[in-house]
């Protein structure tokens, strides 16, 4: 099992920008598929973005262009730029890691990290 702790949330005014970081430790997990997810209050979980082992990326709609995923050379962490902030991004953000092949939701995930965006 790949154990994840987020960190990097916090209070951001609305147009500021936030990076949150996720360290990845535990069994080997070569080959895993990293993202990012949100959950705000009342709301299901959804999905932010996603980088495969080799690289490739994929965003949901909604954050191109104001955020950005990415992953450290060891892929060890993974990283979430995050700008232009509005108060629709207020959220608990989790990340998650998953075998090829697999569900999300039968992946690793961490505990989450609350961002808060005031208007």
């Known amino acids: 099992q790949v154990q994840l702790v987020e960190s990097g949330g916090g209070l951001v005014q609305a147009g500021g920008s936030l990076r949150l970081s996720c360290r990845a430790s535990?069994?080997?997990?070569?080959?895993?598929?990293m993202g990012w997810f949100r959950q705000a209050p009342g709301m299901e979980r959804e999905f932010i973005a996603e980088i495969g082992w080799g690289g490739g990326r994929s965003l949901s709609d909604f954050v191109k262009g104001r955020f950005t995923i990415s992953m450290d050379n060891t892929k060890t962490t993974l990283y979430l730029q995050m700008n232009s902030l509005n108060s629709d991004d207020t959220a608990v953000y989790y990340c998650?890691?998953?075998?090829?092949?697999?569900?999300?939701?039968?992946?690793?995930w961490g505990q989450g990290t609350q961002v808060t965006v005031s208007s």
């Open positions: 998650a890691a998953r075998e090829p092949g697999t569900q999300w939701r039968r992946g690793s």
């Open positions: 535990g069994r080997t997990f070569s080959g895993y598929s």
